[in-house]
Nanobody
Framework: QVQLVESGGGLVQAGDSLALSCAAS????????MGWFRQAPGKEREFVSA????????YYANSVKGRFTISRDNAKNTVYLRMNSLKPEDTAVYYC????????????????WGQGTQVTVSS
């Protein structure tokens, strides 16, 4: 089992940057693919970014490509999401999740979820 705890959210202005972290418990973190999702009020949870267990492959939603960067440190059991040039439409609760499956853009591919961290971008 994997427990995930996100941190780093907050209130920023448009154009600012934020760095989210997701700390995982358990000795098997390095075997999991990791993803970031977000959910805005009244909307479905959507894929943001994902990284394979080896960090060899990274994936991004079109809406964040070129602005967000995902990374991981398996020695620290942590996955990161660096968010630059933030926009008001990036406002949401951001969740990290762990998966052993191939398609990392699907919510149903993930077995473990964190509790989420709020990101609010003002215009």
């Amino acid at each position: 089992q994997v427990q995930l705890v996100e941190s780093g959210g907050g209130l920023v202005q448009a154009g600012d940057s934020l760095a989210l972290s997701c700390a995982a418990s358990g000795r098997t973190f390095s075997t999991y693919n990791m993803g970031w999702f977000r959910q805005a009020p009244g909307k479905e949870r959507e894929f943001v970014s994902a990284i394979r267990w080896s960090a060899r492959n990274k994936y991004y939603a079109n809406s964040v490509k070129g602005r967000f960067t995902i990374s991981r440190d398996n020695a620290k059991n942590t996955v990161y999401l660096r968010m630059n040039s933030l926009k008001p439409e990036d406002t949401a609760v951001y969740y990290c999740a762990a998966s052993t499956r191939a398609n990392l853009e699907l919510v149903q591919s993930y077995d473990y979820w964190g509790q989420g961290t709020q990101v609010t971008v003002s215009s």
